[in-house]
């Protein structure tokens, strides 16, 4: 097995991290002190090179770092060092991190598109609407000229039956006998049952 090389030439004092990262798993907060200071450093220049992203490394990494301190107990030191363990906690964070941003913008822009395309149901509408308007304006020219006129001024300008009566000057009972009359015509023209 290969040792540790160091930069200064002497091993570190105190315990490794392996050591420290089982004795996290006991409950040591001064262990985890030491664990974070050894880990912190490697952990954030991992996320960060997936993520590129300063401010969401930090972030992620910090979600490693409390991930560390709740699941130490699940280290195996006979499967590996204690820093393989967590740099391999901190890359599937940060890729699912990736993965949940790519994620994210694909659907945005899937509902950016839904939102630019018109449903087929407001066509149909539309189309049904324009229709209707169409049959009721061919209905309209079945009726009298005093019939059209009274429908128009009651139901197309909202005059109340006595307006219509006065602004024609004709008496109401005429003007409602000649609106029910040409309602009635509409109705039958437009194919509508009672």
């Known amino acids: 097995m290969k040792e540790a090389v160091h930069i200064s030439g002497?091993?570190?004092?105190g315990p490794g991290l392996d050591e420290l990262l089982v004795r996290?798993?006991?409950?040591?907060?001064?262990?985890?002190?030491s664990l974070y200071d050894g880990l912190s450093g490697p952990v954030l220049g991992l996320v960060r090179h997936v993520l590129?992203?300063?401010?969401?490394?930090?972030?992620?990494?910090?979600e490693v770092l409390v991930e560390v301190w709740r699941t130490a107990a699940r280290y195996q030191p006979s499967r590996g060092s204690a820093l393989g363990w967590a740099l391999t906690l901190a890359h599937r964070r940060a890729v699912d991190r990736?993965?949940?941003?790519?994620?994210?913008?694909t659907r945005e822009q899937k509902a950016a598109l839904l939102e630019r395309t018109p449903a087929y149901d407001e066509v149909v509408e539309q189309v049904e609407a324009r229709l209707e308007r169409e049959q009721?304006?061919?209905c309209l020219r079945t009726?009298?000229?005093v019939q059209r006129q009274s429908v128009t001024?009651?139901?197309?300008r909202g005059l109340t039956y006595r307006e219509v009566a006065e602004l024609l000057s004709v008496p109401l009972g005429t003007i409602k006998t000649r609106l029910r009359?040409?309602?009635?015509?509409l109705r039958d023209c437009l194919g509508v049952t009672a």
């Open 136 to 138: 009721v304006r061919r």
């Open 153 to 156: 001024l009651a139901y197309y």
């Open 52 to 62: 590129r992203d300063p401010a969401q490394s930090e972030e992620v990494a910090q």
């Open 98 to 105: 990736v993965r949940s941003a790519q994620a994210a913008a």
């Open 181 to 185: 009359d040409g309602l009635i015509r």
């Open 10 to 13: 002497a091993p570190p004092a």
């Open 24 to 33: 996290v798993a006991r409950g040591d907060q001064e262990a985890f002190s």
């Open 143 to 145: 009726l009298t000229e």
